[in-house]
């Protein structure tokens, strides 16, 4: 009985420690976006070139990655791809009850409240985010962000702010691309593939498409943006353990990142289709 108390006291201080550590971690990390946002603007006024060879390195990427456009040929194929399945499984699941001219209903609808986003999003975590990451990690193990810090040049505003407004404006244009990409696979499947006709899901497909919904999206998309930034910049400006720690630093922030935009795209939907839904049935 003594041997029993003794383990489950054992097991109650190593969950202690454990809670006690995720705390730290979030307390740690809330520090980070908070000096990270806050150097904003210092960002902007020291480091402006750098801001735009960011820019273009996160939207055409560098190197190998250069010759298919990098990140906004990525994210725009993902989109395109994922408005031809839509509109696949939207053409054929209508058209069972016989009510396959919706389809473009389909493509203002689901598009852009729910695919286009959240697709975009895993897009950006997986090309700038945890390039970012595999970066500030290979620094802070190469020892370049000391040998800043000894130079008198603060990491943060440099490294950390300056990835973070070039990853949320590239997000702008490259959503554009994604949105545009999604529309015109809708379109192409169900008009060119099916062969309804363009006059019918033209009407539908106006009829439901809401400016509003375009504006909403584009916001949640700039959310999605920052946060997928602050959350690899984090990961990598505090990567150890060498190679394999990076590796590994890599890998939990795409986790996380990937939680953070559908949870982002959760709260979004919730605060702005939750009550009301902002839809109107017409045409």
């Given amino acids: 009985m003594v041997l029993a108390a003794s383990d489950q006291l054992t097991r109650t201080r190593r969950e202690l420690r454990r809670a006690s550590s995720a705390v730290d971690r979030v307390g740690a990390e809330m520090e980070f976006f908070v000096l990270a946002i806050r150097a904003i ?19 055409m990427g560098t190197g190998a990655l250069a010759v298919i456009g990098g990140t906004v040929i990525i994210v725009s194929t993902l989109t395109l791809f994922t408005g031809g399945t839509i509109a696949i499984q939207g053409y054929s699941s209508l058209g069972n009850i016989g009510i396959e001219s919706l389809t473009g209903f389909l493509a203002a609808f689901v598009n852009v409240r729910v695919a286009a986003p959240v697709i975009a999003g895993i897009g950006l975590a997986a090309t700038i985010g945890a390039g970012a990451t595999a970066q500030l990690g290979a620094m802070r193990i190469s020892e370049e962000i000391d040998a800043l810090e000894t130079m008198g040049i603060r990491p943060i505003p440099f490294l950390i702010s300056t990835r ?8 702008i244009p490259l959503y554009s691309m994604s949105v545009i990409a999604s529309f015109f696979a809708c379109r192409f499947a169900t008009v060119i593939i099916y ?3 363009g006059g019918l899901y033209d ?8 400016p509003v919904d375009l504006l909403w999206s584009f916001l949640q998309a700039i959310a999605m943006g920052l946060a997928v930034m602050l959350v690899h910049t984090f990961y990598g400006f505090t990567a150890s353990g060498g190679p394999d720690g990076v590796g590994r630093a890599v890998g939990r922030a795409v986790r996380t990142s990937l939680i953070v935009v559908v949870s982002v795209t959760l709260l979004i939907s919730l605060a702005v289709y939750g009550v009301t839904g902002n839809f109107h049935l017409s045409g």
Avoid at 41 to 59: F, Q, S
Avoid at 164 to 171: M, P, S
Avoid at 203 to 210: A, C, D
């Fill in 195 to 197: 062969g309804q006709s």
């Fill in 164 to 171: 973070i407004i070039a990853g949320t404006i590239v997000i």
């Fill in 203 to 210: 009407h539908y497909f106006s009829t439901f498409l809401q």
């Fill in 41 to 59: 603007p210092t960002a902007l006024r020291l480091y402006r070139k750098d801001v735009i060879r960011l820019m273009a390195e996160i939207g």
